[in-house]
């Protein structure tokens, strides 16, 4: 009777309800509490009562600082062997629902699939050139904002070539473009700015920063990525290239499971998978499931944040707080993630880098090295000759401590002369002996450190596990309190039909295909936000990593809209949408 002072009606009015459980009703016990279900009929030895009233490791100890006597305790495995009969009934506590339901989240602006508004009608046709300028200019004089003037030519230049390239303009280009007065002078400055290399850097690095891209690991070992440039520089190439961002996504996501028609594309596919293999890793945990479930979280938080504007992650302990995303929707795209391997060149037990953990690559071009044979014989090479330097670095430096000792002594009082100086004439000879070795030793390493093989073709990618397994859902997160088994699979909150992962799949493509799926109402908001917001300093929505019910609500919605539709129907290009 003592634990229904925690786990009743009455605790729950009386603000001493625990771990949402209630034991005064038969309703209550069946439904069980924050842990999950505390009973499997006809099943006491995977039954959390049992466990729990028998201080079983891994399981809450209840009654807490005390153990129930045996007798009690068998009674309750006979009771639940039985099928657990309770005659009880009453009012249960339960408890009050925290966050949207799916219905409520698919009423929510963000979760409805932008459509294009009517463009606004303005008088000051003189400003407002174009739609996105209507709806700004209306904007403005629903709050009696005048616009400012426009910038001289040479103020224009400079903001165009910092915002598009990151890099003061070129002063041919500015001169050609201050000198120029014909209606489209403008238009031809700015594509040539998207034009030059240096767009797909500043670009680029927008896109890496949100892919949490470095060049190491940080966290408590802060270890070398040596492939991570391969990513970086397929992330360069693509915004210079003007790929499709519902490609640049797809290839991220899956580029491994998608069509190739060359081996220079696969390989290209492959590397776009890097996505999923950066991030920091926790190397020094000890636990590999633990290790493998915070991978998984730090995927799904990337795929959330960077994509969607979610916070996806806060669904792994519990149901979202606040926004329409249960832990079952997290634990359906876990198992996606957990039927994938990312390969970042470390494996879950050491730090050792090893060809195992990276995807090999097509040999490109002549000469390139398929493993790392020929680079291990270099190095052996390396360290043979580097060794050899520094003995006959070692070697010569002992003469000369030598040397200096006996023209130390040549100076003292009643030194013998003679012999001393013959000492020196002999040491001399020696030196310049030594002098001759180590020139030639650090020529002959000089010479062997130009010879460096070309890198192996590796790169940090991932794919799908030849066994695709779903994911059981981790009551409160814990490796160790496991619950039921979720269908691979998608966000519920989405209105349009989930897409059936096959059997055999790990669910990557259809999570790719899913993110561009143009009824998605998210993808492409998220992304015109993040342009508007390097553009202009902040977003449209303020908080870019966040479109869910704790983030800002647009400023201007029927202009992020019409931006979300526009950049769809114009095939995704990120530089004409810029």
């Known amino acids: 009777s003592d634990r229904l002072s925690c786990h009743s009606a009455e605790a729950a009015k009386a603000g001493k309800w625990k771990a949402s459980l209630a034991l005064d009703n038969r309703e209550g016990v069946l ?38 006597p045996a007798a009690v305790i068998a009674d309750f495995e006979a009771w639940i062997g039985m099928g657990a009969p309770d005659p009880r009934t009453g009012e249960a506590a339960f408890a009050k629902k925290k966050g949207m339901s799916l219905e409520e989240g698919r009423r929510f602006w963000s979760f409805i699939p932008p459509v294009a508004a009517a463009i606004p009608e ?112 397929y992330v360069i190439e693509a915004f210079n290239n003007d790929l499709p961002y519902n490609r640049f996504l797809r290839e991220q996501i899956a580029g491994d499971l998608l069509p190739a028609s060359t081996a220079t594309e696969a390989d290209r596919q492959r590397v776009a998978t890097g996505f999923l293999a950066m991030g920091p890793k926790a190397f020094e945990e000890s636990k590999p499931e633990v290790f493998r479930m915070d991978m998984i979280d730090e995927q799904i938080d990337l795929i959330g944040r960077s994509l969607l504007g979610l916070s996806i992650g806060c669904a792994r302990c519990h149901d979202h707080k606040f ?36 995807t090999k690559l097509q040999p490109v071009g002549p000469g390139a090295v398929e493993l790392a044979k020929e680079g291990q014989e270099y190095l052996d090479k390396l360290q043979e000759l580097t060794l050899k330097q520094n003995t006959a670095r070692s070697d010569r430096y002992r003469v000369q401590r030598q040397l200096s000792d006996f023209k130390i002594r040549l100076e003292k009082p009643g030194a013998d002369i003679i012999n001393i100086r013959a000492e020196i004439d002999r040491l001399t000879g020696i030196l310049k002996t030594w002098d001759a070795t180590v020139k030639a030793a650090e020529e002959e390493l000089r010479d062997w450190q130009q010879r ?127």
């Not at 004089?141 to 001289?152: E, H, L, Q, V, Y």
């Not at 060149?345 to 195992?356: E, L, Q, S, V, Y």
């Not at 496991?482 to 259809?510: A, D, K, T, Y």
Request: aromatic share 10%; with cysteine; glycine share 10%.
């Open 122 to 233: 303005v008088k000051d046709s003189a400003w407002a050139f174009g739609p996105i300028d209507k709806f700004v200019q209306s904007a403005r004089k629903a709050k009696g904002i005048r616009s400012a003037g426009d910038a001289d030519a040479e103020t224009m230049a400079r903001r165009l070539s910092f915002d598009l390239t990151g890099l003061p303009p070129d002063q041919t280009w500015l001169a050609e473009f201050v000198t120029d007065r014909s209606a489209r002078a403008y238009e031809r400055l700015v594509d040539r700015l998207l034009a030059s290399p240096g767009f797909g850097e500043k670009w680029g690095r927008h896109w890496l920063d949100a892919a949490r891209y470095a060049d190491s690991n940080g966290r408590d070992r802060n270890i070398f990525w040596f492939h991570a440039w391969r990513y970086r520089e």
């Open 323 to 358: 926004d329409p995303l249960p832990t079952r929707d997290y634990y359906a795209m876990a198992g996606i993630f957990r039927s994938t391997q990312p390969q970042y060149g470390h494996g879950t037990r050491g730090i050792k880098a090893t060809a195992f953990h990276h």
């Open 31 to 68: 439904r069980g509490g924050e842990s999950g279900p505390i009973i499997n009929s006809g099943k006491p030895a995977e039954s959390l009562l049992l466990k729990t009233l028998s201080h079983a490791p891994g399981a809450p100890a209840m009654p807490p600082g005390r153990k129930l």
């Open 452 to 578: 460096v093989p070309k890198m192996p073709g590796w790169a940090m990618a991932a794919h799908d596990l030849p066994s695709p397994e779903n994911c059981r859902i981790h009551v409160r997160g814990e490796v160790s309190n496991l619950g039921e088994v979720v269908p691979r699979g998608l966000l519920r909150v989405f209105p349009h039909e989930q897409r059936q992962i096959p059997g055999g799949s790990s669910g990557r493509l259809e999570l790719a295909h899913w993110i561009v799926d143009h009824r998605n109402p998210l993808t492409a908001r998220v992304q015109v936000n993040r342009v508007w917001q390097r553009l202009f300093g902040q977003g449209l929505v303020s908080t870019p990593d966040d479109f869910g019910v704790n983030g800002a609500r647009p400023s201007h919605p029927e202009l992020l809209d019409h931006l979300a539709v526009r950049f769809m129907s114009d095939g995704w290009s990120v530089k004409r949408l810029i």
